[in-house]
């Protein structure tokens, strides 16, 4: 499928609504759990493991199935960092930060059941050094990750973040 086809099918998909999402920070080895992510139009983003809440179910169980999806791990949820709303229409999300232990597996990519098998738009997973992250080009890097000093200040982090988002009036 074009790029093209792939940015319809996001915005089909998950545009012109409010979606909240949760999203796990794993920490191992001084690195941080990342997937790279096709965004269309050839956008990449880089951002943690995460994805929308299915009504009816506990943000920790959405996060487990979201990682299980994604990485072929089975996490614990840990405790609750901050919140992060992304805005940049026709996408519109609140992103619920986690901190998330491995329980057991190994990682390993998965596929995004929401989208069909020709419009996958998970490309790659990998362990993330804090140099490795900061050399991502911040337009492919998402934005709670970008100019970090350290992992550890992740975990610091508590309350509402808004990071360049546009208004829709």
Known sequence: MSKDEISKEIEAKFGNQLRTRVNGILIEDNKLLMVKHQMGNGRILWSVPGGGMNYGSTAKDNLKREYLEETSLEIEVGKYLFVHEYLKPPLHA????????????????????????????????????????????????HQVFWGIKSLSELGLWKGYFNFENISIK
């Open 94 to 141: 609140m992103e619920h930060f986690f901190e998330v232990k491995r329980i057991n597996g190994n990682v390993k990519l998965g596929k995004d059941p929401e989208l069909t098998g020709t419009n996958q738009i998970l490309l790659e997973i990998a362990w993330k050094s804090l140099e490795e992250i900061n050399s991502i080009p911040s337009i492919s890097l």
